[in-house]
């Protein structure tokens, strides 16, 4: 069996830092059930590879284990396409060879390790009960290209019909360490055949590895009860513990919001951020808006009172903060007509989500500065790639301007689950290749009073298609 991993960061063969694999060595790594090497077909500044063939043993496999029958024998335990697929065998060999890497740990390349780099990871005979639909509905949301092809079993011999493995390759930009925590977690969900006891270790092996990604993916029930082998008290176990880390933040305003809205309160800059994304939508036409990261209902108040938006959806992680729109919004005592033209979504920036795709626009107020900047690739893929609306609207602080601030320290960001803030010079590269890449046209105005040499508190981008 054989995965491959390729980057195109430059210099691509840091892969061998990342790996802690020399890109010039053939390493061989002895395993309870065979042996793995790891040797790099390519390995130029530009572009490297570096690829995981798993040797199984089937004999050694079976060595002293008695077969269903109790003669000791059983022909299928030795002829059979272990040896051969993507499978459980192959989520152990990377545990165990690039066991470093899957930790997240680098001694003296932290940086690479916490960065997002352009990854293609290629499994050329993975199967997947459930086929090419099943791999999609796995790895989409994670912000995944994915590419599945099945093909003959023989091409010399077509009667035999069509294989039932895929050649898989997926396409992302992500930390590397993530990249391996998804493929050991849904390798085995796509085999379903895990070799291996499982045991209440594998629930915590499962949150370990799903931790930060596995709460909140749609298909996380259908993840545990594969992963763990649809053993049923094993199941409820991590789910109910996946359910904890999901839980929605307390119902009061985080100390993090108001420090956040008592720096900006002398500037009105909620207010104006609201008008000037009003503005960017009216201007469009926009009569199909959802508000991505909507929290507590401010726009979607504002949305609501203009009948030119036919349809409002508000979409946020937290429940908590959904339940606290819903209630500031009045729903429950709408008039019918304009109750019908409002939805709240429970739902995450970072992965797929049918609900929000094709709209006029979509609106991300003070949102992107909260995720991960490893998980941006994940967010721009979902939303300007996935959903594909018309206009994107995106704020987000200037830190440069944070020095006029007076009642915040210095190198204090605004608010403190911000993961980042932007210098405009970094939006501007940022807002550059989004619409590069996606086929938009992109813009940006300042929002505040702007400042001559350090601009604006706020900058917008405005991103349209074709």
């Keep these: ?64 284990r008695r077969g269903p029958a109790g003669d000791g024998f059983a022909l299928d335990q030795y002829v059979n396409d272990r040896p051969y697929v993507a499978s459980s065998f192959l989520a152990v060999a990377i545990g165990e060879v690039f066991g470093t890497a899957l930790a997240g740990r680098s001694t003296h390349h932290e940086e690479l390790v916490r ?52 050649d898989v390759t997926l396409r992302t930009r992500a930390r590397l360490q993530e990249l391996l925590q998804h493929l050991t977690v849904l390798i085995p969900v796509l085999d379903g055949d895990k070799h291996y ?145 409002i939805q709240l979504l429970h739902g995450s920036l970072t992965y797929r989500d049918e609900r929000i795709a094709g709209l006029d626009a979509l609106t991300l107020i003070e949102v992107v500065e909260h995720l991960d900047p490893s ?16 206009l994107v609207v995106v704020t987000t602080p200037n830190v440069e301007y944070n020095v006029r601030f007076a009642e915040l320290p210095a190198g204090r960001m605004r608010h403190r689950d911000h993961r980042f803030e932007w210098t405009r010079a970094e939006f501007a590269s940022w807002t550059d290749s989004i619409a590069a890449r996606f086929g938009y046209s992109g813009r940006r105005i300042g929002i505040g009073p702007e400042d001559a040499a350090l601009g604006a508190p706020t900058q917008m981008g405005i991103f349209r298609r074709g």
């Design 115 to 166: 960065a997002a780099l352009p990854f293609e990871a290629r499994i050329p005979s993975l199967p997947s009960r459930g086929g090419a639909a099943l791999v999609e509905r796995l790895f989409l949301p994670l912000g995944y290209e994915v590419d599945a092809r099945g093909g003959l079993l023989d091409s010399s011999f077509p009667d035999w019909g069509r294989s039932p493995y895929l």
């Design 197 to 341: 006891w499982i045991g209440d270790d594998e629930v915590e092996k499962l949150l370990r590895r799903g931790e930060g990604w596995l709460a909140v993916h749609p298909e996380r029930e259908l993840i545990a009860e594969r992963y763990l082998k649809r053993r049923s008290h094993l199941v409820r176990a991590a789910l109910a513990r996946l359910s904890e880390e999901d839980q929605p933040e307390p119902e009061a305003p985080s100390a993090g919001d108001r420090e956040e809205e008592a720096v900006e309160r002398p500037l009105s800059l909620a207010a104006q951020r609201t008008g000037a994304v009003l503005a960017v939508l009216r201007d469009a036409g926009a009569r199909r808006v959802a508000d991505l990261g909507c929290g507590e209902g401010h726009l979607l108040r504002a949305l609501l009172d203009e009948t030119s938006f036919e349809r409002v959806i508000g979409m946020d992680v937290s429940l908590r903060a959904l339940e606290i729109a819903e209630r500031r919004l009045g729903l429950d005592r709408l008039p019918p007509l304009k109750r019908e033209r």
């Design 1 to 64: 069996m054989l995965l491959t991993i390729t980057t195109t960061h430059e210099p691509a063969t840091d892969l061998g830092f990342l790996l802690h694999k020399h890109p010039e060595r053939v390493q061989a790594f002895a395993l309870s059930f065979g042996k793995a090497h790891v040797f790099y077909p390519e390995a130029s500044p530009s572009r490297c590879t570096a690829a995981l063939l798993v040797e199984v043993d089937p004999i050694g496999l079976v060595r002293g």
């Design 375 to 390: 998980r941006l690739g994940a967010f721009e893929r979902c939303v300007f790639e996935l959903a594909k609306p018309g």
